[in-house]
């Protein structure tokens, strides 16, 4: 029996070979390319269009245009206000969804996935229409008497906001409804008969429980927040333009390929530097923990 065991141990491929399929993907596909956006913020831009030789530190000094600090504010605010809605919005709903029976749970989820089968673009679109000052909304308001035919519904970062959080809502409620239903929710029942109450059992042991799948979709939701310019574009106009905005004018109009690549290396350290660190603070803290517990042994 031992040989066989240490036979078939021995025919196992090393566990390095399992991983090299999704290492080699991400290092094609991500690293690869972000590294060249780092490499090229730091070369001359032509100045008709496209790359100089040699190197050169203008697009990189460009970030301290004084147009671009408002600009990335609007970014970061809005990124994580839409991910905080989206977030509030999708727990309640995945602790629900969670709960139903599940035949009925089928038919919410394909509620939530429907909007998936239209284009992107179609569906910022539709909120355009909508919200027009010719659209049913506005002329709903009109008489209602609660907007003046003057005010506008469009151009302006609520608008922004609120297609933000119709368009990323679905992404966050998926990967929390699927931590949620592997929770075990006769905890909260255990922790409503030692004395606590709904609020406090949902607070202390249902979102503790989930933290992976609230994690994920903070993830998923604030990345792409960050990098949106379609829907700012189409409905959100000057004064609501976000850094991907800046990013795609640069890259389609501009051709100042340097100086875009500058924009998205901002952006990916914007984005970077907290998720490190509070990798780096998961780590020590776990370090800790693990060095207390063999002490205490």
Known sequence: MNRNANSQTKRRPPEWWLTLPSFGWMT??????????????????????????????????????????????RTIWLSFLCTALCLGIGVPVAYYIAR???????????????????????????????????????QLLEFLRIMDPQTTLLYNVWVVLTVLVYTELPFAILPIYAAAEKFDFGLLDAARDLGATQFRAFWTVFLPGIKRGLLTALLVVLIPAFGTYAITDLVGGTQAEMIGNVIARRVLSDKNYPQASALSAALCLVILTPMLIALFTQRQNQRKQDKNGGAAK
């Open 28 to 73: 094609l596909f991500f690293l690869v390319p972000s590294a060249l956006i780092f490499l090229i913020a730091f070369r001359p831009a032509l100045p008709n269009g496209g790359i100089d030789d040699g190197w050169s530190l203008a697009a990189v000094k460009s970030l301290f245009d004084p147009s671009y600090p408002l600009v990335i504010w």
């Open 100 to 138: 139903l029976r599940p035949n009925k749970r089928r038919w919410v989820l394909l509620l939530i996935i429907l909007p998936f089968w239209s284009n992107f673009l179609i569906r910022i679109l539709a909120w355009q229409t909508l919200l027009h000052s010719e659209g049913p909304v506005k």
